[in-house]
Nanobody, 121 residues
Framework: QVQLVESGGGLVQAGGSLRLSCAASGGTFRRYAMGWFRQAPGKEREFVAAISWSALSLYYADSVKGRFTISRDNAKNTVYLQMNSLKPDDTAVYFC????WGSGQDEYDYWGQGTQVTVSS
């Protein structure tokens, strides 16, 4: 079993930046691809970004490409999401997940509880 805990969310003005972290424990972190998803009020959870176990492959949703950067530190069992040029539409609860490579939620076996990101206009 892998436990995931997100942190780093908060309130930021449009155009600002935040860095989310997701700390993993209880499993072999480097064996898993990691993903970030988000869920806005009244909407379904959607894919944001993914990173392979080696960090050699990265994948982004079109809506965040060029603004968000996913990275990982296997020595620290942590995955990050650097979010720049934030927009009000980025407001959501952000979840990290561990599993196989891909953008589908079914690809991931373990999920964190989420961290709230609110972008004010």
């Amino acid at each position: 079993q892998v436990q995931l805990v997100e942190s780093g969310g908060g309130l930021v003005q449009a155009g600002g930046s935040l860095r989310l972290s997701c700390a993993a424990s209880g499993g072999t972190f480097r064996r898993y691809a990691m993903g970030w998803f988000r869920q806005a009020p009244g909407k379904e959870r959607e894919f944001v970004a993914a990173i392979s176990w080696s960090a050699l492959s990265l994948y982004y949703a079109d809506s965040v490409k060029g603004r968000f950067t996913i990275s990982r530190d296997n020595a620290k069992n942590t995955v990050y999401l650097q979010m720049n040029s934030l927009k009000p539409d980025d407001t959501a609860v952000y979840f990290c997940a561990a599993g196989a490579w891909g953008s589908g939620q079914d690809e991931y076996d373990y999920w964190g509880q989420g961290t709230q990101v609110t972008v004010s206009s």
